[in-house]
């Protein structure tokens, strides 16, 4: 951890403002900087080797990229189920009967919870899965194209399942910056999605005041169980690959996904003003 860097005096502590606001535009990370001037990070699939000479890199690993093409929809859906129970048993080892897990309204996190509720139920392990809900006493409207309250739906998924015990989470009168210079502290870098990690620490407190040793999320389900494509409409449009725009739309729609306006809601929405709105009344809220 840079650290046990900054504790040496002779190594300044001082942010490298320009990997700071690369990390906020969210931009991918790449070379060797990290977020504290002069210190350098080691990069993934590398080694770096010092010594009295010098110091050398080479890289160990490079991620091959794979294609492999099916026949129907069907065995699409079953590879895709084969993987993600692969991927959430891997995570299973060591569970002692418990396991904890987020469960929004969503297909991500709900993808991952009934994989552990299915692989766990043979041995009659059981599936705590914690849903952030709003506080105690709060009645404001949700904003406009959003879902306020996911518990209901939650709740309709750990209805199918025997061996999932649903947990309804308040974030009571926790502040998105409360635990600022902690999480700094903790990971030496900037924590994205303040409000998030306010209901993050309620579940994480839940899940520590239960002892339990594993918990499970879904967060990188927007780039894969719950992607449709959409996010790539403007980019497709705008570089006039009209013929890919065309097949993706009409992908998207075939799917159900979404409707013919709401791919055209996606593709063109970016460039317009923000008084003009084009999205569909009757669209749904899209969570992970």
Not at 84 to 89: E, G, K, P
Not at 118 to 140: C, E, H, N
Request: net charge positive; with cysteine.
């Amino acid at each position: 951890m840079p650290k046990g860097l900054l504790s040496l005096a002779d190594v300044p502590l001082a942010p490298d403002e320009e990997r700071v606001a690369e990390c906020l535009a969210l931009l991918p990370e790449y070379g060797s900087s990290s977020f504290f001037q002069g210190i350098e990070r080691v990069e993934p699939g590398h080694v770096i080797t010092v010594t009295c000479t010098g110091v050398s890199e080479r890289r160990h690993w490079n991620w091959q990229r794979r294609t492999r093409a099916l026949g129907t929809p069907a065995e699409y859906v079953e590879a895709l189920r084969y993987n993600l129970d692969q991927a959430v048993r891997s995570q299973l080892r060591g569970v002692d009967g418990q396991v904890g897990a987020h469960l929004s309204a969503g297909f991500d996190s709900s993808s991952v919870t009934t994989s552990a509720a299915r692989l766990l139920s043979p041995a009659g392990g059981k599936v705590i899965a914690f849903t952030a809900v709003p506080r105690a006493g709060y009645d404001l409207p949700a904003p406009k194209y959003r879902l306020g309250d996911e518990g209901p739906l939650a709740a309709a998924t750990t209805a199918m399942y025997a061996n999932i015990e649903h947990v309804l989470v308040g974030s009571c009168d926790r502040l998105p910056l409360d635990t600022l210079d902690h999480n700094l502290f903790l990971f030496d870098r900037p924590v994205l999605g303040l409000c998030n990690n306010v209901w993050g620490r309620a579940i994480n407190d839940q899940v520590r005041a239960r002892k339990l040793g594993v918990l499970l999320t879904g967060q990188m389900g927007n780039l894969s169980i719950s992607y449709d494509g959409s996010q790539l409409l403007a980019e497709l449009m705008l570089s006039r690959q009209w013929t890919q725009w065309a097949r993706a739309v009409a992908a998207i729609v075939r799917g159900r996904h979404r409707r013919l306006r709401g791919a055209l809601s996606a593709t063109f929405a970016p460039w317009l003003p923000k008084s003009v709105d084009i999205r569909p009344t009757n669209c749904q809220p899209y969570t992970g």
